[in-house]
Each structure stands twice: as C-alpha cells, then as structure tokens.
C-alpha cells in the first residue's frame, strides 16, 4: 500500500518522534536480563487455561520433501537473527516477564491438532514456540505472548527460506525475510505500545455481551479444525462489487453466519444479542514500527439483529463503516492509551500477580471475550520471493479458539489461492462454518474443504 | 474428487462424508478418487497422541500416587497404634475408616472425569458410607437415617437434573419436586408412621410450589431487575411459612385461622403491594418516555 494512499486511510502516519519514549524496554535483575512482556501480552499468561491456549499456527506445505534433521539446522541459524525469540517466561511476584533462554532446539513431527496448550516449561524445552515438520510441510504454533501473526509470519518465512538455502535454493529478496548474519534492527524487540502511548485518560468503554453459539453437544480441549481453500482473485471480485476489502467482505459475512444461526437457535427477537466481530488490524504501517513483538490492535464491528434482520448489503456498510472509523490514528491511539494506562495504573501494577491474575480473567471476559461472537484474523496474500514462490504450494494460519469463543477463523493467502482455517472446540457441530461456507459457494466461489475431524476418509 | 449435494463445496479425494454436514457422499470410487495427504496426520487410535495434554495426566497421576500414599502412611500408623495401644482404650477401626473414606475424596477428583454429576454422585455415595460407618461404630443404626434421608435429597434435587439428557428443564424439575416429598414423607416415616406428612407439609409444599410456579410464569422470558427476583423468592418464602401456620393449625383443630405467622403474612402482603407498584409504575414511566421496557 503506498503512503499517500495509506495516509488517505488513516489520516496520517506517525512516525516515533511524535511521542513519549520514557519506559526502558530491558533491565537486569543479578545476572539474569529480564524482559517485560509486551502491552498486549500481559493478558495472555494470566488467562492461560486448558481451553485458552492462545496459540497461533502458522505453515507452509512445499513440492520439496521437508527433513527433520536439516529443518533443525535451519532453526538454529534463523535463531541468531531473532534473538527475542529466545526467551522463557516466568512468573514474578509482580508480573509475568521474560528472560533469555538458550537450551537445546528441537523440531517436533506434525500432530493431529494444532494450537495445542503449550506448557510453558517442558512444552518446547522452554520456549514459547513450537515448530513442526512433515513430509512436505513446516509449521510454527506459537505462544501469543511472543509475538502476533506479523511477527509470526516473518519468522516462518525467515525459517522456510533458510530451509530452501540449506536445500541448495536460491532466494530472492525479501523485507520480510530476515538472513541468519544480518544485523538485528533496533525496533525490532520494542514494545511498540509503550512508544506511542500518550496519556489521553480516555474511559474505559464497556460494550454489550455478543451472541455466542451455544448450542453443542460435546466439547474437547482437542482444536478442531474446518479448513477452505479459495481462490483470492474470487473473493476480491465480490468485494470490488460490494465496494469493500477482502477483509471487509469476510468480516460481512461472518456476521451474516452468525446472524442465520442466531436465528435458527434463539427463539424469540427479543432476546436477539448483538453480533460482533473482533479483527485484530496490525498497526505497524500506520505507526511506523518495526517491533516483532505484538503491535496489534482490535477493531469490532457489529450489528443488533434486534432491531430488525440486516441484508448482506447493509452488514457490508456497517462493516466498511466501523472498520474505516476506526482504523486511524486518534482511535488506534485511543485503544493504545486505554491499554497502556491500564498497565501503569499503580493499583494494577503493585498488586501481586497471584491477585491481578482472577482481575485479569474478569477483565479479560468481561471487556474481551464476551464481547464480540467470534475472532476473523486476515493475515493477507504472503508475497513470497523468487525461489520461494515456485516452492510454496500452500499456507495455512491457525488462532486458537477459547471457552467463550468456541470458533475462531483465520486467513491467509498465498499463490492467488486463500486458506480460510475455522478451527473450534466442537466435537460434532460445525453449523457456523457451513452457514459461512455455503454463503460464499451460493455466491460462485468454488470452496474445498478438509479437515481433521472423525474418520471421513475412506481407509482411515 | 466429489462435491457435497448439500454444501455444495469441492470434498478432498477420498472423503466419504462431508465434514460440514455429515452427508454421506454416494458416487463412484472414480468420483471420490484415492486418499491423499490429510491435512493433519491421524490422531492415535488410543487417543494417546503426544502433545501437551500427557502432561496434565501425568502431574495427575503425580497427585493421585502422593495421596495414595498419605493415605496408606496413615493407615499403617493407626494399624500400629491399635496394637500397641490396649484395645479397650483406642480402636483404629474408625480412624482408619474415616482415613480411607476422606482419601476417597480426594481420588474421586483426580481418577475420575472432572464432572459436576459424576463428582456429586461419587461424593454422595462416599458420604452415606462414611456417615452410616460412623454411625454404625456403636452396633446400631440411628441418626444417620436422616442424614441419608437429606443427602438423598441432594442428589435427587440438584444432581439428577443435570444427569438427564432429554427435556432437562421438564424433567429436572419434576425429579426435584418428587425428591422433595419422598424427603419429607421419609422423615415422617421414621418417626414412626405417618403422622404430619399429609395434613402439614404436603399442602405446605404444594403452596410453595404453586407460588414458584406463579413466579416463573411472571418472570419467564424477562430480564428480571435483581431487586425484583429477591423481592419475590422473598414473598413465596412468607407465603410458605405462612401456610405451613395454617395447616399446622388445622392438624390440631385450633379454631383460630392464624397464630405467630399473622406478621409474616402482613410483611408479604406488604411485599406483594410493592411489587405490583414498581411494576406499575415501570410501565406507565416507560409508556411516556417511549422507552423498551427491558
């Protein structure tokens, strides 16, 4: 996206100069240098649980066969290009921080289930990542207190182009291809939230409980997952006809399924909730950051079907609406002023962990999770580079679900086709991603499916 | 390759049902083509896949050893008491019973399926051992009847709903209203006959019933304000004391109608009286300030 046309979107880019820059990143504590977690990812420990994993995947499957041993080798050196990925977690009187951490590496075979809870301590030898293998696949869950999908990516991407190197490949050039003796940019381990904070003492807005489905059966701790390929040049063609972005369309029609099965389950309109959607939106073109830590925020757009049933046209205008209004400086800087005065808060920042965790899972619940009916995260097409691109056949991004939000979707694209991953806890039901699916082949997308359910394949 | 009829999406080769809507897929091993790669490899048929969740099964099996082992300490000690001790002074029986019945509780927990129904149930069933044990230490059986009589109720009330599978709210409330009499007719039976059962605490129990009725029909389907739903468990409360005054007095043939219970029944009415203002005046006040009344 070019500046002007970006600048048209947002207002204006700002840039780090134009605000605080007054909290040291790092600081030792004897010999140890203790990392404090990012603004967006104090929440993630504390409301760590069986079923809120908060771990994200992210895979590339190749037309070259992929080896453990020699993936390992890539590992390793891609790992001296991204120090602030060697770190452990650890729980402090106060808070939960990081530290360097430099045990043995290691690359597990693929499993059934992505997005798994991941034990902070023998998980992965103590990291807070993950990466997996198969035969023609590379894959990396994630520990979301690391980083966010932006982060994530260029990390998978800087690892997949050193396993094609070590292959005996040629990669082109890429920005979001970090090589293994390149030196480590100065933003890159900054927490970007508290650079642009501003002190604006803005209120604390408490929207309205989502409708969420609840109408299940079984549920398991194992992600279950519904995944569609399409082709992106398809859905652009119905969001140039509906004037709006592939995000935007998506987001429209997510919230078109929830409406459908919000209809089919609850009885009357009356008691009808608002339909919301949370689209974390990376804001790192819009402040200029270069941090490879989260530096992501949420928009929500949403409907109440209580007033009336919403045509797909009009749940295309609210959507394009919300996204647009919110998506510029002084409401990103809003959100990033509420979330960081939070932090600072004396109250919040004194009290001992064992206290602000219980406050951060009601925080959590109450101004996150029962908000919004469901979460769309769109990473967009991956631009890969030559030698890359002739390789790479497909791309997948995983969220994991949570309690209150049994279904999460996520989306990526690569090779002008678009992965469209619903992952859940639901063992048997899959009503909203059918509701989504269906919309989209009554519009002539072609869609096919897998997935990871029971035993669907012959010979299985 | 097939296509679902229902979804109408493209399925993987080899699929034979589609994953969205469960349809079988009945076309020709040409059409439905050979099994490729899945996207993810098969879970184990044991289910034992190695991932994270091993782990919490084994810090269990952690918890479940260390508490075997507290308990077999315990009761080797008390073991070794009783022999040492004279036998007329202590006994380890009941030590060593209530050891092993309070370990029970703890690996109730830990061995089976963390569930509400299957955790009650076993906690019910631990507890009228351990009570009747308790009870039994002396040769005879005696208060622990009614101890047994109302962890019955218990269970009959407040598990048994939430083990149904069908109509749960239907039958759930039914499940409860008879644990409810089997509880107070067993109570009066094991006085001795059936004495107070029928003239007292069935029509007492039928108008409290009635009153719950009345009230989940006012409240049904609304948001209810708290002040409100207090207010009227508070009214049916009066209301079944009250009555249990009245039925009292009519067992004994007393000719007054009512007799400590005349204030009770002026605090409900009092209560009743409020309640039908403040609703009154939320609809009149909603009416002209055009306003949901929600």
Redesign the interface.
């Known amino acids: 996206m070019s500046r002007r046309r970006l600048e048209a979107l947002c207002g204006s880019v700002a840039h780090k100069r134009d605000f605080t820059y007054d909290i040291p990143m790092r600081f030792t504590w004897g010999a140890e240098e203790i990392i404090p977690l990012d603004n967006a990812a104090i929440i993630y420990p504390p409301t760590l649980a ?1 079923y809120n994993s908060h771990m994200f995947r992210l895979s590339m499957d190749l037309t070259i066969p992929v080896e453990g041993s020699r993936l390992l080798v890539a590992l390793e050196r891609v790992m001296t290009r991204f120090p602030y990925f060697s770190v452990s977690l650890h729980q402090g009187f106060f808070w939960y921080y990081l530290t360097n951490h430099h045990k043995k590496l290691s690359v597990y075979p ?5 997005c ?4 902070r301590h ?2 992965a030898n103590g990291y807070l990542f993950k990466v997996f293998w ?3 696949r590379i894959a990396v869950e994630i520990f979301h207190a690391l980083c966010d999908g932006t982060g994530g990516l260029v990390f998978l991407k800087s690892l997949v182009a050193e396993y094609l190197r070590l292959s005996g490949i040629e990669i082109g050039e890429d920005p979001q291809i970090f090589r293994p003796g390149t030196p480590v940019g100065r933003g890159e381990s900054d927490d970007s939230f508290q650079h642009f904070y501003k002190p604006l003492g803005s209120v604390m807005n408490r929207e309205p409980a989502a409708f969420h489905y609840a109408r299940f059966e079984e549920i398991s ?2 992600v279950q ?4 390929q399409v082709g992106i040049a398809d859905v652009k063609r119905l969001g140039t006809q509906y004037d709006c972005t592939i995000t935007e369309y998506l987001v429209a029609e997510l919230i078109d399924a929830f409406q459908r099965v919000q209809e089919q389950t609850v009885g ?1 309109r ?2 009808y909730k608002p339909i919301s959607i949370s689209v974390p939106v990376n804001i790192r073109r819009v402040f200029d950051s270069d941090s490879m830590r989260n530096f992501t925020l949420f928009v929500t757009p949403r409907i109440n079907p209580r007033l009336g049933y919403y045509e797909f046209e009009e749940i295309v205008q609210q959507v394009k609406f919300q996204i647009r209004g919110s998506v510029n400086i002084k409401s990103l800087s809003q959100q990033i002023s509420r979330n960081v005065a939070g932090e600072r808060n004396p109250l919040l920042r004194f009290a001992p962990n064992i206290l602000k965790g219980p406050v951060m899972k009601i925080l959590s619940d109450s101004y996150g999770d029962k908000t919004y009916s469901t979460t769309i995260s769109n990473i967009g097409e991956v631009k890969l580079p030559s030698g890359m691109r002739e390789v790479v056949k497909r791309a997948d991004f995983y969220l994991s679900p949570s309690k209150s939000n049994k279904v999460s979707c996520s989306v990526v694209g690569v090779n002008g086709m678009m992965s469209i991953n619903f992952t859940n806890f639901l063992v048997k039901q ?1 009503v909203i ?2 509701e989504f ?2 919309a989209l ?2 519009k002539g997308i ?8 029971n ?6 | 390759m097939a296509y679902c009829v229902r ?6 080769p ?4 589609c ?3 469960q349809t079988q897929v009945i076309a020709s091993a040409e059409i ?1 083509g050979q ?1 490729g ?8 048929s044991n289910g034992k ?5 091993l ?2 099964d084994k810090r269990r099996r952690g918890f479940i050893e260390l508490t075997a082992a507290f308990m077999g300490i315990a009761i080797v000690t008390l073991a070794i008491a009783g022999f040492a001790i004279d036998g007329n002074t202590f006994s380890p029986v009941l030590p060593i019973g209530c050891v092993f019945l309070g370990g029970c509780y703890v690996l109730a927990v830990l061995l089976g399926k963390p569930e509400y129904t299957r955790i009650a149930s076993i906690y019910v069933i631990i507890t009228i051992i351990l009570l009747v044990f308790i009870d039994f230490f002396d040769r005879q059986l005696g208060w622990s009847y009614y101890c047994v009589a109302s962890i019955g109720l218990f269970w009959g009330a407040l598990v048994l709903p939430f083990m149904l599978k069908r109509r749960k709210v239907l039958y759930g409330t039914l499940a409860a209203i008879v644990s409810c009499v089997l509880f107070l007719f067993i109570i009066d039976t094991l006085d001795g006959g059936i004495a107070w059962f029928l003239p007292i605490a069935l029509p007492t129990f039928l108008t409290v019933l009635v009153g719950l009725l009345v009230y989940s029909i006012r409240f049904r ?1 609304k948001e209810v304000q708290v002040g409100e739903s207090v207010l009227g468990i508070v009214l049916i409360a009066c209301i079944g004391v009250g009555s249990g005054d009245f039925y009292t007095l009519r067992f004994f043939g007393d000719e007054r109608w009512l007799s400590w219970s005349t204030n009770v029944w002026i605090a409900a009415a009092c209560v009743l009286v409020f309640l039908v203002a403040s609703h009154s005046i939320r609809k009149v006040r909603f009416y002209f300030s055009n306003k949901i009344s ?1």
């Open positions: 069986r693929e499993h059934a289930y992505p798994a809870f991941l034990d023998h998980g198969r035969e023609d701790d194992r997952v519904i995944s569609a009357s009356k008691h899959t991603e059918r699916l269906t082949v009554a072609p869609v096919r499916i897998a997935d990871n359910r035993p669907h394949v012959s010979g299985r | 979804c109408g999406v493209k399925l993987e080899g699929s034979v049902e994953p969205l809507c439905i099994r790669t899945p996207l993810f490899p098969p879970a184990p896949d190695k991932d994270e969740h782990r919490v389907k929600h």
